[in-house]
Every structure is written in structure tokens, then in C-alpha cells.
């Protein structure tokens, strides 16, 4: 069956035959022996991420398993099989005593038979031909799971022989077989979600471990089941939810609860930020012996950014900030009350260019720019800044400090309009986008994700988001991969400036790119599957 499955395999196209035909593929080496034991060890360290709302969480919460989850060679062939949309919704390790077996099953979230899913069990110590999985080929076409299929033969499924096993499955498709991947260490085995399978462990070398990683298609439901319980019938529990992390593509139609990708945290920097949603209250108080008072708001790192920060300043009338300085951080500045006066400069020491700042105007600048601010007003002036770190951008055109002003001269009576205010790479991201929306007393929009974060300033009206109710300022970041959405619950139209922090490609080289790299990875794994054809035949 090995040896048949990988002469088979020599094309995508083939790939997608053998999923339709035995319901799994593999062996295919993934990890070095370093990687297992790097994999092993961070569910052993005592100082391990606790799995997210059930036992399969630790998707959402381990970032060395979200980071072999993403491996390039596996989102490469998912996307062959389920699209480019694409969840991770179970992670765990899978250990197996010496001489111990997994009853025969089928994964209870996956078993329905127009689920869109796909497993990926990777060995990581002690994994061979006699210690891993075996899979009845074809079961993922029955229409059935093994649980109701055995409950409705009244068979016990904690004696079933693997004799026994093969017998039901003939019934159902005379050319059924049991079979099994073959998978080393650092070995990974794709099976369909469907799929009839069960573990065990007939070596003489000790305990067997294995990684299980679990996916669909973003639009493809994941239930939870009740009290964990997975004899049939099943029964799915409302709550809670089951987290799933986007690894692939878009989830904005997914119906499934969207958890941010877990991160390893970086020296001396905060922990990550999730989704923030809060109100200030103005005025601010100045401060009582400094001209310049900072009201912290949230700081940390996220999937797409090094670092964020986000402050609320109250600057005293006739204050200016010394000196005019450069920052290692990007800067987004907007006035929220009062009147100041940003300042650019080439030199700290050399009076720059000043521009004046009302209520909703924005001004950015870059890291490598001079820059202070003024009030030269006799109130007051509060202003909320927007610093981050990302990556470096090749841009040849990077955008220079500039101020932008929000037009709301002509009224749109949308449910939900939008006016672009700006959109350009910056010194750090492959794109910084704002645009100004105006959501009706009532509108709003469904729960989705992105895969950038997002950064929202409520300027009027009130919103409701992740259960919290905002009136202005509102202030609201959501880190990419995290589910969203927003209506107006109030009785006037909401207006709010919205900024998008690419750190990636723009969507057309992304694209672009994608395509080139998922066709030489494929080519670099149908030149492996062509030299195992080979060495098996000879």
C-alpha cells in the first residue's frame, strides 16, 4: 500500500487522488530529529501555555505548534485540498504507551459527511510502521462515522479486532483495507477528517509521541462537543465555542469563533495584545507639575507588528514638547480636543515646518523624522498617538510625515460609508491604509477577521463591538486574526477613522507570490515523492 501510494503521487493532481481514494497520504518528512524534540519538549516545559478552552486548544495558545502548523510545506498542500481559506482548530500531542491501541473512530467535529477537513499527524519519537496510525481506506466516503456505524451493529468498539473492523468496512466498500502511513519521526501523515482510524503501539523502544494538528475550511462549522463526550450519538454543546486560529487566506464568512495566532514573547516586550475596545471621558487632566500628561491606553506586540503602543496626551496651553526628537517607532498622531501645532524638522536644532492640528485631523511621521508638537492655544490640547514597530520594506517611495484632514463635507446616507484618506508603504509596512467611515443609526457588519490589525478612533456617535458599548472617543484595536464586527446602536450616524497596518505584501504581490511559492514547494515534494517511487521500486 506504501509503495503503491507513492508511485501515485507524482503531481498535485495526484495528491488530490489519493485524499479521494484512501482518505490519507504519507509518509512526508517534515522535521529534523532537533525539531521533534524542540516540538516534544514545549508541551514538557512547567512553564507551557495551558490549551484554550478545551484540551485541543493549543492551537491558539502555543506558538512553537502554531509555527510548525504553518510550515510552508503543509499550507501547501491544504490549500490544494480545502482552498485558501483556511482554520487550524485542534492541536495536541498524542502520546501512546507500549502495547496500548486507540479504538477505531472518526473525529466527531470532522465526521459529518459534507465536512471540509483535513488532519496532519506528524511522529515525533518512537513513530514507525508498528507505532502510529492506521486508517481504513475509503471510510471518509462512507457517509457514516465509525461510532454510529458500530453503535447500530451493537459492536463493542474496545475489543473490535482490526479482522473484525475490516469485515464492517467490506460491507460498506468491498475494496476497503486497512492500512497505515509508515511514518518515522519527523514523518507527517495528511488524512481526510472523515476518515476511519485508530492508533497504536506494537514497538518494543517505549512511549510513541506525535503532533496532531487539525483543519478546515474557514467556512466549514467545528462543533463542540457536550462534556467532551464522543460516544454516539453526539450531542454538540452551544458553549463554548471552539477557538480556531486563520492560517490560511480570509475567514470574514467563517462561522467559527477566530482566536489570534499565538506568539513567542519578545525581551523586554509587553505581552500581546488582543482585541481592546474602551471609552475615554474628556477633558483629561493636565498634569500637575509636568505641562505634558500621557494617559497609557495599550502596548504590546501582535502577529503583524514588533510592537504597538497606543497613548492619550493632554498637552497644557503654551506647552511645547522638548526636544524636537526622532523615534525607532512609526507615528500616527490624532486630535481629539483642542489645537496644537505639529513641527517637522531635518534638524532638532533648527526651527522646522508647522502645521496646524484641529479635532480629527491626522499627521503621521516617520521613525527617521524631527518632530514636536505645539499648543498655541489657550485650552488644552489632547491628541491620541499610534507607535509601532514592524519589519523593513524595500519601498522606493515611502510615505514622508504628511497631515491628512477628514472630509465630512458632503453627507452619504449609506447604511455604511467609506472615504479613503490615504494608502502608501511606509519605512516598515508594505502598506498603511485609513479611511473614514460613516455607519447609520442601526447598520453595521458581520463578525470576520483579517490578517492585519486594525486600529479604530470613535470621533461621534456610538458603537457596540465584542460585547462593549463606545461613545467618543472610542478607541478600539483589533489584532489580525481576531473575529470582529460592529453596528450603531445609537440614534445618530457614527463616524470613526480606521487604520490598517499591513506587514506583509500588498494584496497583488502576495498573490503573486503565493502562487510562485506554493508551485515550487510543490515541485520540491513531487521531486521527493518521484525519488521514494524510485527507491521503492528498486
Not at 148 to 153: C, K, P, Q, S, T
Not at 394 to 401: C, F, K, M, Q
Request: charged content about 20%; overall charge neutral; some cysteine.
Amino acid at each position: 500500500m506504501r509503495t503503491q501510494l507513492a508511485e501515485i503521487s507524482a503531481s498535485a493532481d495526484h495528491l488530490r487522488s489519493d485524499l479521494l481514494r484512501f482518505g490519507f497520504q504519507g509518509p512526508i518528512p517534515l522535521l529534523s530529529p532537533a525539531e521533534c524534540t524542540a516540538v516534544e519538549q514545549a508541551f514538557a516545559k512547567a512553564e507551557a501555555p495551558r490549551p484554550l478552552t478545551w484540551f485541543k486548544g493549543h492551537a491558539a495558545t502555543n506558538a512553537l505548534v502554531h509555527e510548525v502548523a504553518t510550515h510552508p510545506e503543509i499550507i501547501a498542500r491544504l490549500q490544494l485540498l480545502l482552498g485558501n481559506d483556511i482554520v487550524l482548530w485542534g492541536a495536541g500531542l498524542i502520546r501512546r504507551l507500549q502495547n496500548t491501541r486507540q479504538v477505531w473512530h472518526s473525529d466527531m467535529e470532522t465526521a459529518d459527511p459534507h465536512s471540509r477537513a483535513m488532519s496532519v499527524w506528524i511522529g515525533l519519537r518512537n513513530a514507525s510502521d508498528i507505532s502510529g496510525l492506521r486508517f481504513v481506506t475509503g471510510s471518509h466516503r462512507f457517509g457514516r462515522s465509525a461510532q454510529e456505524v458500530m453503535a447500530g451493529l451493537n459492536v463493542d468498539r474496545f475489543t473490535l479486532s482490526n479482522e473484525r473492523m475490516l469485515e464492517i468496512a467490506r460491507t460498506m466498500d468491498s475494496a476497503a483495507q486497512i492500512a497505515g502511513a509508515g511514518c518515522g519521526d519527523g514523518d507527517m501523515v495528511l488524512f481526510d477528517g472523515r476518515l476511519w482510524h485508530s492508533g497504536h503501539n506494537e514497538g518494543t523502544a517505549g512511549t510513541r509521541t506525535a503532533l496532531l494538528l487539525q483543519y478546515a475550511a474557514a467556512d466549514n462549522p467545528i462543533p463542540m462537543p457536550e462534556n467532551f463526550d464522543y460516544s454516539w450519538p453526539w450531542k454538540v454543546a452551544d458553549s463554548p465555542r471552539v477557538p480556531t486560529v486563520l492560517v490560511s487566506g480570509s475567514a470574514r464568512n467563517s462561522p467559527n469563533r477566530i482566536v489570534p495566532a499565538p506568539m513567542r514573547p519578545l525581551k523586554g516586550v509587553p505581552m500581546a495584545i488582543t482585541t481592546v475596545a474602551t471609552s475615554v471621558a474628556l477633558p483629561l487632566a493636565e498634569g500637575t507639575t509636568e505641562r505634558w500628561r500621557t494617559y497609557p491606553q495599550f502596548s504590546g506586540q501582535t502577529s503583524a507588528l514588533r510592537t504597538m503602543t497606543c497613548d492619550i496626551s493632554v498637552l497644557s496651553p503654551g506647552h511645547r514638547l522638548q526636544p524636537a526628537c526622532t523615534d525607532a517607532k512609526e507615528e500616527l498622531l490624532v486630535m481629539l480636543d483642542g489645537e496644537a501645532e505639529i513641527e517637522w524638522a531635518d534638524d532638532p536644532d533648527e526651527t522646522g515646518n508647522r502645521h496646524p492640528m484641529k479635532p480629527g485631523i491626522i499627521s503621521y511621521c516617520p521613525a527617521t523624522q524631527h518632530h514636536t508638537i505645539h499648543n498655541v492655544s489657550i485650552r488644552p490640547a489632547t491628541y491620541l498617538t499610534l507607535r509601532w514597530r514592524g519589519g523593513v520594506t524595500d519601498s522606493e517611495a515611502p510615505l514622508p510625515a504628511s497631515t491628512f484632514e477628514r472630509d465630512v463635507s458632503v453627507a452619504d446616507l449609506k447604511p455604511i460609508a467609506r472615504k479613503p484618506l490615504f494608502e502608501q508603504a511606509t519605512h516598515t509596512l508594505n502598506k498603511l491604509h485609513a479611511h473614514l467611515t460613516t455607519l447609520q443609526p442601526g447598520a453595521g457588519y458581520a463578525p470576520h477577521a483579517d490578517a492585519y490589525d486594525v486600529a479604530i478612533v470613535l470621533l461621534s456617535g456610538e458603537i457596540e463591538t465584542i460585547g462593549k458599548r463606545l461613545h467618543p472617543p472610542g478607541v478600539i484595536y483589533y489584532a489580525a486574526g481576531e473575529l470582529h464586527g460592529m453596528k450603531n446602536t445609537g440614534t445618530t450616524p457614527a463616524t470613526y477613522l480606521v487604520f490598517e497596518f499591513h506587514n506583509r505584501l500588498t494584496q497583488h504581490s502576495a498573490k503573486r507570490n503565493a502562487a510562485s511559492h506554493r508551485k515550487n514547494l510543490l515541485q520540491r515534494f513531487v521531486h521527493r515523492l518521484k525519488k521514494a517511487a524510485g527507491a521503492n521500486r528498486r
